[in-house]
């Protein structure tokens, strides 16, 4: 028996608004702001919300000796078109050289790392 049940990832960014349009552009959905907090309610997936956070340090992918704490995977059908959109919305590649894998990975305009996955 479960005692809980998920109800939003946040992340915490320097510009929560900003950042809910990254990944609006990316996941579709609709954003609802709060001031510090913004909301992305995603169609047919997990919500995410964005929280302000001052002193925000971006996790360093590779870095070993330090923990990336997360990362997103997001389905694709076409990596190489959901790599040029990113990459348009302000993402930055962080490994995506190998065009044989079938994910590659990305990092958020506030440093987050995610993949995209032709999985």
Known sequence: MALAKLGVVVLDCPDPSALAGFY????????????????????????????????????????PEDSQQFHLDLMVDDLD???????????????????ERSFRVYADPAGHPFCLCAC
């Open 24 to 63: 609006a552009g990316v996941l579709g959905g609709t954003v609802e702001e709060d001031g510090d907090w913004v909301d992305l309610a995603v169609p047919g997936g997990q919500a995410l919300a964005f929280q302000r956070a001052p002193g925000f340090v971006a996790p360093r992918w590779p870095a």
């Open 81 to 99: 078109a959901a790599e040029k959109g990113v990459l348009e919305l302000g993402a930055k590649a962080l490994d995506a050289a190998d065009r």
